[in-house]
């Protein structure tokens, strides 16, 4: 089983020094470890505290935004795509505890994974410090985000529903094909299938997470096309 690399480096990396350590370590401890403290609960928290403050921050810094715009804005700062893009932004890998299989498996560098780790992370700011740490940590790490995405973004499943739609191809179809995880974090199996085209399989926390991440990875397949 893996080490914790130096919590300290990676406080240093956050931010924050925890006054209780045990929540980083637990933090950043993944389930195949077998131990009785992972991330799990922690990830549970973190999910809602994440939203609670990336609608704050969208909620004062675009005031004339209808409320399904301030969503689509919303939806995209908070998507495991992203989460994992900051998780390797900050390293964040190299500092999760896993099983040895895990980690050779490539667990460091899974996006389920890191993004489930940078939420259990805020998990562990808010118990250890209250909102306000984790306000400075999100507002710190999403950076420019908030500022460069200058019109809310369209949601996925529409924008591949536009395109079928245009090419005069029957609406996408999106099908759970299999379920895994823990009852309180479950991973949906999910297929997309578009006639004409290849299908595509991800996983999700949620079935509408797995059907917004196989439309996303769609269009992105039909934009490198037209490169």
């Known amino acids: 089983m893996s080490e914790l690399h130096d919590i300290a480096a990676l406080q240093n990396i956050i931010g924050h020094d925890f006054a209780d350590p045990s929540l980083l370590a637990d933090a950043l401890t993944h389930s195949s ?3 009785d403290h992972n991330y799990e ?24 935004e209808a409320e399904g715009d301030l969503a689509r804005r919303l939806s995209a700062l908070v998507q495991g795509t992203l ?16 099983s040895d299989s895990e980690r050779q498996a490539g667990g460091a560098q899974n996006e389920n994974i ?3 780790a940078m939420e259990s992370i805020i998990g ?6 209250g909102l306000p740490a984790c306000q400075e940590f999100i507002t710190r790490a999403w950076g420019d985000r908030f500022e460069t995405m200058l019109t809310p973004p369209q949601h996925p499943k529409t924008g591949l529903q536009e395109w079928a739609q245009a090419q005069n191809l029957p609406l996408p ?8 995880g823990p009852d309180h974090a479950p991973l949906f199996d999910l297929t997309l299938s578009v006639q004409g085209y ?5 996983q999700g926390k949620s079935r509408q997470t797995a059907e917004k991440e196989a439309a996303m990875a769609f269009l992105t397949i039909l934009e490198d096309k037209k490169l």
């Open 33 to 35: 470890t077998g131990g």
């Open 41 to 64: 609960r922690l990830e549970f928290l973190g999910d809602r505290v994440l939203g609670l403050v990336v609608a704050e921050i969208l909620y004062a810094k675009f005031p004339a």
């Open 83 to 98: 989460l994992a893009q900051l998780g390797l932004e900050l390293g964040l890998g190299a500092h999760l505890l896993f």
């Open 114 to 116: 890191l993004a489930d």
């Open 124 to 129: 562990a700011l808010y118990l250890d410090a």
């Open 173 to 180: 179809e999106y099908k759970i094909t299999g379920q895994s």
């Open 198 to 202: 290849a299908p595509i399989s991800v």
